[in-house]
């Protein structure tokens, strides 16, 4: 207790909310801009974004990225296999930065939020969040050649790499 009537207890709360404000507006803009974290350093675009766009890792809950990084050999039909310092270390910027993890911003909670506890889906292209965010592109369009699959998110969003998928970087390609 303090002479000022101010107790360690309420200036802890204080100082919380004042930081959650301050985390939530650092947070709005880039949840507006559709921006997901990607893992710090090339491996993980290298690696996994040889075949296809680098994924967010917010985009799967970690029980997805578990299940698949437990099964690289036989990836959808391919052998993506890694060496092991190469996996360890792509398994754990996935399982930090997924859906589920502590760090999610709002929009990522709500991808978690639209998969079942029990799934651990493989394909983002088939989960709640995708198809109701693309619900409004005509069935023609995925058929386009450039585009071929629904998961081949970089043949439209350019800057999928970065894990930006903000509506003023989208180019349907023809
Ligand atoms: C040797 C090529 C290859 C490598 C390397 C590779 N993948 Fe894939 N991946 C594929 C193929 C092929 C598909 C299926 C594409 C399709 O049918 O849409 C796929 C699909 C996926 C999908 C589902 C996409 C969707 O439809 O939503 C995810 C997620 C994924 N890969 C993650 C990864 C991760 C993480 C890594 C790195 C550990 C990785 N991939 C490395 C070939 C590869
Ligand atoms: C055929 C082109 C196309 C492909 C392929 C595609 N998208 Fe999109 N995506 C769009 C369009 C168009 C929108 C709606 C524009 C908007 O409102 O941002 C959109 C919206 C989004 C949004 C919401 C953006 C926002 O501003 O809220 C996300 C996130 C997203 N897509 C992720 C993905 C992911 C992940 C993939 C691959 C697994 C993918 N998209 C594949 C065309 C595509």
Not at 48 to 62: E, N, R, Y
């Amino acid at each position: 207790m303090s002479a000022s009537g101010i107790t360690w207890k309420n200036l802890s709360t204080l100082i919380l909310a004042v930081s959650a404000t301050a985390f939530a507006i650092a947070q709005a803009p880039a949840d507006d801009d559709a921006i997901f974290p990607m893992p710090a350093g090339k491996i993980y675009v290298n690696e996994c974004g040889s075949c296809h766009t680098a994924f967010a890792p917010g985009l799967l809950p970690a029980r997805s990225w578990r299940k698949m990084m437990g099964d690289l050999g036989s990836h959808f039909g391919e052998d993506a296999s890694l060496d092991e310092p190469q996996h360890l270390a792509i398994q754990k910027d996935l399982e930090v930065l997924a859906a589920d993890g502590t760090q999610a911003n709002m929009r990522i909670r709500r991808i978690n939020g639209a998969i079942p506890a029990g799934a651990a889906p493989q394909r983002i292209s088939e989960t709640g969040y995708f198809k109701y965010m693309h619900d409004e592109v005509p069935k023609h369009i995925w058929q386009r050649k450039k585009i071929g699959t629904p998961g081949n998110c970089i043949a439209c969003h350019t800057r999928a790499n970065e894990g930006r998928y903000g509506e003023r970087e989208v180019r349907i390609p023809q």
